[in-house]
């Protein structure tokens, strides 16, 4: 099946620092990248939905200068946290999508914002 | 807009019994598909199945079986004999269909912790 990678599997760090999370898809060309945010015990928000080489839709209430995504190809779509504080320390999910129904998942990214 | 209700937020039971997890869904929209995904402790999220709103039969696959039924707005899942293994949230998902033909994003349910005692 479809495979879609993140990195880092695990963050940490300081407040007012950035963290870059990228999201590959590894075996196909992904149209659509969707990037989810789940907080502990709680169900998967979205925040953004990116298409290749325009900009990304991001869901209400989702600051998009704070929450920088880039999908520059097919393959890849990266998430930035720009000055982030612990409130941002959460778990983050990307998935891609190559036709018209599925989504495949990566892996997810815990961040912890010290 | 869509909505996914996951009444149960959690669930206990012991290795063997049969357990069913609830969802019950809301789309103004005719054409639709329904998902669940297993979230096992490590976070990453576990394709189960994918039913589109025009085929109400219900499926089996080993264990995991799915009751679709349209007049109540919804999409149960049954482990049979349980099993360990089984302990994680699952997450009834659904997408509905736009008219260019392309998929919409993904609206979760709350999801339902099943944890399955030895």
């Known amino acids: 099946g479809a495979v879609v990678s993140q990195h880092p599997s695990r963050v940490i760090c300081k407040s007012g620092t950035s963290v870059k999370i990228e999201c590959r898809s590894l075996?196909?060309?992904?149209?659509?990248m969707f990037w989810y945010r789940q907080f502990p015990k709680q169900s998967l928000m979205l925040m953004a939905t990116s298409n290749e080489g325009s900009k990304a839709t991001y869901e209400q209430g989702v600051e998009k200068d704070k929450f920088l995504i880039n999908h520059a190809s097919l393959t890849l779509s990266t998430l930035t946290v720009t000055s982030a504080h612990p409130e941002d320390s959460s778990f983050y999910i990307c998935s891609a999508r190559s036709g018209r129904y599925e989504q495949y998942f990566g892996p997810g990214t815990r961040l912890t914002v010290t | 807009a869509q909505k996914v209700t996951q009444a149960q937020t959690e669930i206990s039971v012991v290795e063997k019994e049969d357990v069913t997890l609830d969802c019950v869904y809301e789309t103004r929209d005719t054409t639709y598909y329904l998902f669940w995904y297993k979230q096992p402790p490590s976070g990453e999220l576990v394709f189960l199945i994918r039913?589109?709103?025009?085929?109400?039969q219900n499926e089996i696959s080993g264990r995991y079986s799915w009751n679709f039924q349209k007049s109540t707005s919804s999409f149960n899942f049954t482990i049979t004999a349980s099993q360990v293994v089984d302990s994680a949230v699952y997450f009834c998902?659904?997408?509905?269909?736009?008219?260019?033909?392309?998929?919409?994003?993904?609206?979760f349910g709350s999801g339902t912790q099943l944890t399955v005692l030895p």
């Open positions: 039913r589109n709103s025009f085929d109400e």
């Open positions: 998902a659904l997408s509905v269909l736009i008219s260019s033909g392309s998929a919409r994003q993904l609206t």
């Open positions: 075996d196909f060309q992904a149209t659509t």
